[in-house]
């Protein structure tokens, strides 16, 4: 990608139609906006996601960081060194109120994925405009950098492709713990997969009353097993665990909340039970499974999300 010829000085800089990013923006013509979600209050004392500049920051819930970190290849922590503004006209797919910028920055970290140039990196973000309708001055609310959560562009060195318009995230220290712990959950062998449907639920009742066992088996995007088991025992209540394994502890516990194994669960399962999956023998048992199944929804909780 042929680099801009510098602007002179900084109002130029804002003010330039940036060839090479027309070229970028097609780009991001066919990324999906992220996933509609809950709202919950921004953590007193942060920028929320939708602040001048653009930056979600630490009041990005689990389920924000985990969207962004499990779509991409690369993580990396840069410090932003030149943007310019992109014409309207060469940049599709902007929602009303934002901006799509140019940016050039100095990686400072590499999170997780590939080797990256060490001078320069490349890319496009879209930032809301401030209460003028002016872009914000990104360099100035980014001195302490930021992670890009993006792909390589192949045979384009130092160029990126962020997994979502607005990928691009105030770097913090709170920030910065949060998400390594997100990736080393990724990275692990045996990391619980993209959870895709439920396959077959079916309830077993036991040789005594009030006994009985719920199988959920799940489709995972990995072809990994995964399944939720409930268990019943005469005079106690009903437990659950969840296995992503061909291993399955009946004896388990539910996942913590804020882990990868309820996020996989609490984000994506269904709602409902198709009525192809339930495989149980009786109606009654089919009750059963259903009712076992809303308890674990109830029991995961919500999965809140502050990006739109």
Known sequence: MTRPSPPQGPRARLAAVVAPAAMVAAMFAAIPAPCAAQTPAPVPGTMAHGAPGGFASTSLTYADLAD????APSVVRA??????????????????????????????ALLSGPPLPADSLRYLVDVPLDA?????????????????FARTVPDKPGELQLVAPDAQVLWDEALDARLKAILAELLAPGAPGRITGVREAIY???????AGETQI???AANGE???????????????????????VDASGEPPARDTLAWYRLACFLPQRLSRESEVSATSADRAEAWADYRMVLDSLGSCPRTRS
Request: glycine share 8%.
């Open 68 to 71: 962004l970190a499990d779509r």
């Open 132 to 148: 003028k309708g002016k872009a914000p001055q990104l360099p100035r609310l980014a001195k302490r950098g930021v992670v890009l």
């Open 79 to 108: 410090q932003i060194r030149k943007v310019a503004k992109v014409d309207p006209a060469r940049a599709p797919g902007v929602r009303p109120g934002w901006v799509r910028m140019y940016v050039e920055a100095r990686p400072m």
């Open 217 to 219: 088996f799940l489709a």
């Open 204 to 210: 077993v009742p036991g040789t005594l009353a009030g």
């Open 225 to 247: 097993p995964a399944s939720i088991i409930v268990t019943h025992e005469p005079g106690k209540a009903a437990r659950w665990s969840a296995s992503f394994s061909e291993v």
